[in-house]
């Protein structure tokens, strides 16, 4: 029962809520718009007196005889009905829409529908009557076809009614941000006391001529909030004064300002005087109207006649003088944001106050910043002291309200946007409330959570103009951080505000980041934006020193030159120079908890610069934490199928090879992995350089013989894979620098500018020979396919002539291949019987000359001329050698079912050599 009874009283409380909306919206409507209702009346009332002659009118010329319209019904029922379809289908949308119909269509609706339901019954006209229609349901309602007019009456009060009870959604406050307005003047200022002294001064004083009351401050220290507050406080001192704003910023041009104040002016002195419309309308033609109609000429002559004894203008403007004085009221105007006019509005505004509305009982309050006036309006020195009988310089804002406004905005937003956990780490970061169980000695813990300002009750006394309590510290001038160095108004903290709990958003997760190090970074560049650029890759290496391979180091005078030679355009004071060496100092020179996530560790430098954004499916984060958790394949099979698969793979494995992600002997093992079972793919040579020059320098701090077995098990274990082409792409390097008489140069494919092959300490040509060796012989007992074998084979070589195009291949590696070939000739005769390659077989089978024909080949590649005709005649003794012990091994393995191939290859070559090979 008792949930019942709840029930039947929210019917009834929803009911009435219903009823009384329903009546404050239609008395709303109905007194807005009274005058074009009377208007209306008046025409209907009209039309209807002369209703039958209007009506003869419209039947004589306009009916269609019934006889003519029989004819054409058929057709005119289809038209009729498909016209009616779309008609309704338009009129639906609208009201889908919650489109707004302006009041000239309810207007002429209402009045178009009264006057149609009287014409209705008029013995003159003929309306057709609906009937033979496809909807035979409408042929039972004696409707007309002209009916279809009460369809815009019946959808716009559909509409009407629609608009009245949906809400609008522009006044729904942001669930965090805050828009850049001033206070209504409901909440205190920080010059409370100076309002309170104003309106005291003001209060009951009616001067003779205007009295201009300038409150002088830079645009955004909160000169709009302190007129309003002003405004809340004089109408509360005193309800019978006429008070209203002029804003002449929003006005298009000098003449509409004119025209504007004293329309404004007109309404408010009408409500008393109602002669003071007039007065004040002939009085603005005048102005307006002189001489030859020309604005700017006319203005001219103000001062000149105002005063004069010329009639016009002078009475008009005596009138006026009357009519304030008679309703005995204290008329206050508002003027703000002077400092948003151009020249000629200045100009304009100032003749305003000081000539043209210079009447008694009006005081001008005006928001305006002096020296903009002074430079952009052209202005004399010491013009302004004309202007205003009072100036009052707002005091410069507490920076104590700086921060308590931030700490404010933080507690208030929604728990949606940030927890109550990340409130308290954002606002404990920025400072310390002093409690009892707060322990001091903490916060010179160089572990303990650092604040970035001292705590409210504590502030360092540090003056703008002339900062002292200056440090110097390894060069670098430093001073204690205050909320006034970075924000000039309550204005600059919303913005930073809005900025900070937007790009934590995207961040989402503060264990990211070090909290610290994150807000003052965004300090930094919210107030010096061009700092950002200096912060991208290819600069920051010119100004941030890179100590153990991912820590960064700040160097102030590295930094002056890079701010010098790249933003002369953005001179630095001296106060500007302090606040970023402290800032860049705090950031990267000094130790701090969470150090590992700092902002000065190169692997995490981009989550504070981007947001921790990566790319659209990953983020550094997730890099970061599958590379330190190994679990990189994991995160690359994640965004398999994914569109822009390849381009995330390439960006994995770019941050995957950089120092800063390689610091242990886990992350090199990873990599190595990834790349053997070909995950990370497209890995150039010159990058596999770069990896393996770092895990060998010292700096990396990798114990050489953990690398040295991760080498053998890991990275060299097959000569078939990306890593076992890096070692013969290695090996080729060697071999064509093996002995200071080469001058031939390393292939381009693994030169590096920063990391060269002499830097690869154990990984010399021994050790490349001995892999080589070891991985060929593992291969030739895995594989049968002796292209494959050949393929490899000849990136086995002990010596490259490469201008020779010759090459000479280890012995053992020549003796595996035999022994392989012995077990595959015939796959090898049927591949190779018609494209024998003479100086291969000559290199595996020859075991004599070799010294010769090594000396031979660097004597000939050190000459000048044709290389390959001076090399010949070495090159053909060693290749008749050769071959001829190739013949040996052929007829030693010779059998019935390879004789004849064996016969005709033994002829062939045989041939050759008797013609002395030249090749």
């Not at 990058?687 to 053998?712: C, F, P, Q």
């Not at 154990?762 to 060929?776: A, H, P, Q, R, S």
């Not at 392989?820 to 494209?835: A, C, D, P, T, V």
Request: glycine share 2%.
């Amino acid at each position: 029962m008792k949930k019942e009874g709840n029930s039947i009283k929210y019917f009834m409380k929803t009911k009435i809520n219903f009823f009384k909306r329903l009546y404050i919206n239609s008395y709303s409507f109905l007194f807005k718009n009274k005058k074009v209702l009377l208007l209306g009346f008046l025409l209907i009332t009209i039309n209807l007196l002369f209703l039958g002659k209007f009506s003869r009118f419209l039947g004589t010329n306009i009916s269609v005889p019934k006889s003519d319209f029989i004819e054409i019904q058929k057709t005119i029922n289809w038209i009729y009905l498909i016209f009616t379809i779309v008609f309704i289908i338009i009129l639906y949308n609208v009201i889908k829409l919650n489109y707004r119909l302006s009041r000239y269509w309810y207007f002429w609706t209402v009045y178009i529908s009264v006057i149609y339901i009287f014409l209705r019954k008029s013995k003159y006209l003929d309306f057709h009557t609906i009937n033979s229609f496809p909807l035979s349901w409408l042929n039972n309602l004696n409707l007309y076809y002209s009916d279809v007019i009460f369809l815009l009456p019946a959808f716009s009060l559909l509409v009407f009614l629609k608009n009245i009870f949906t809400k609008a959604k522009n006044n729904t406050p942001s669930i965090y941000l805050k828009e850049d307005l001033p206070l209504n003047g409901t909440d205190s200022v920080q010059n409370e006391k100076v309002i309170d002294k104003i309106v005291k001064s003001i209060d009951g004083f009616y001067p003779e001529v205007a009295f201009v009351i300038g409150i002088n401050a830079k645009w955004g220290k909160g000169k709009t909030s302190f007129l309003n507050r002003l405004k809340k406080k004089l109408i509360l001192k005193n309800k019978d004064l006429i008070l209203f704003d002029f804003n002449a910023w929003q006005h298009q041009d000098e003449k509409t300002i004119i025209n504007n104040f004293f329309g404004l002016l007109s309404e408010k002195l009408s409500k008393y005087n109602q002669n003071a419309s007039d007065s004040i309308q002939k009085y603005l033609n005048s102005l307006l109207a002189l001489e030859d109609n020309t604005y700017s000429k006319g203005l001219k002559q103000i001062s000149q006649t105002l005063f004069s004894d010329t009639p016009s203008i002078n009475s008009f403007y005596l009138n006026i003088q009357k009519n304030v004085k008679d309703t005995g009221k204290q008329i206050i105007v508002f003027v703000d944001d002077l400092d948003r006019l151009n020249k000629e509005e200045i100009n304009e505004a100032i003749r305003l106050l000081r000539n043209i509305a210079n009447f008694n009982n009006i005081i001008f309050i005006c928001g305006l910043d002096r020296s903009y006036l002074e430079r952009k309006g052209e202005l004399e020195a010491g013009y302004l002291d004309k202007i205003f009988n009072l100036e009052i310089n707002l005091p410069e804002q507490n920076e104590k309200n700086f921060l308590e406004a931030l700490v404010n905005y933080i507690k208030k937003t929604s728990n949606n946007i940030l927890d109550e956990k990340k409130k308290e780490k954002l606002i404990e970061t920025l400072y310390y409330n002093k409690t009892e169980n707060t322990n001091l000695a903490n916060r010179f813990d160089p572990t303990h959570t650092q604040s970035i300002f001292s705590s409210k009750s504590n502030f360092p006394e540090i003056s703008i103009d002339n900062v002292i309590n200056v440090n110097t510290d390894n060069n670098v001038e430093k001073t204690s951080l205050n909320p006034s160095l970075f924000f000039d108004s309550i204005r600059d903290v919303k913005k930073f505000y809005n900025k900070l709990i937007f790009n934590l958003q995207i961040l989402e997760k503060l264990s990211n980041i070090n909290i610290y190090d994150y807000i003052l970074f965004h300090l930094l560049i919210f107030k010096y934006p061009w700092m950002y650029e200096l912060f991208n890759d290819k600069i920051i290496s010119q100004w941030l020193t890179t100590q153990n391979g991912n820590e960064l180091i700040f160097n102030n005078e590295k930094y002056k030159k890079v701010h010098s030679e790249i933003f002369s355009k953005t001179p630095l004071n001296n106060i500007d120079s302090i606040v970023i060496n402290t800032v860049l100092d705090e950031l990267f020179n000094k130790h701090r908890k969470g150090q590992e996530i700092r902002i000065n560790q190169k692997r995490y430098l981009p989550i504070y610069l981007n947001n921790n954004i990566f790319n659209d499916s990953l983020n550094y984060s997730q890099i970061i934490e599958a590379i330190d958790n190994f679990k990189v394949e994991k995160l690359i099979e994640d965004i398999k199928n994914d569109d822009n698969e390849i381009e995330y793979l390439e960006d994995i494995k770019n941050q995957i090879i950089k120092r800063e992600n390689l610091q242990n002997l886990k992350g090199f093992k990873e990599l190595f992995l990834l790349i053997n079972n070909n995950i990370i793919r497209e890995i150039s040579s010159t990058e596999i350089v770069s990896v393996l020059a770092w895990a060998l320098n010292a700096e990396s701090g990798i114990n050489k013989k953990e690398l040295k077995t991760l080498l053998n098990t890991i990275v060299f274990v097959k000569i078939d894979n990306r890593l076992g082409l890096f070692l013969r792409e290695l090996n080729i390097h060697y071999t064509n620098n093996k002995g200071s008489e080469l001058k031939i140069k390393s292939p381009h494919l693994i030169r590096n500018k920063n990391h060269s092959i002499e830097q690869l300490e154990l990984i010399d040509k021994e050790y490349v020979k001995e892999k080589l060796i070891t991985l060929f012989s593992n291969f030739l007992k895995e594989t049968k396919n002796l292209s494959s074998v050949i393929d490899i084979l000849h990136w086995c070589v002990e010596y490259s002539f490469t201008d020779l195009n010759f090459y000479l291949y280890y012995q053992e590696i020549s003796n595996l291949f035999k022994e392989y070939l012995s077990e595959n000739l015939k796959e090898f005769i049927e591949i190779g019987i018609n494209n024998l390659d003479y100086n291969f077989l000559a290199t595996i089978f020859s075991n004599e000359n070799k010294d010769e024909i090594i000396q031979g080949a660097i004597k000939v590649s050190n000459s000048v001329g044709n290389l390959t005709q001076q090399f010949n005649p070495y090159k053909i003794k060693f290749i008749e050698t050769g071959l001829n012990n190739f013949i040996d091994f052929l007829n030693k393995k010779s059998n019935d079912n390879l004789s004849k191939d064996i016969e005709k290859i033994i002829k062939n070559i045989e041939k050759d050599i008797e013609n002395g090979i030249s090749l």
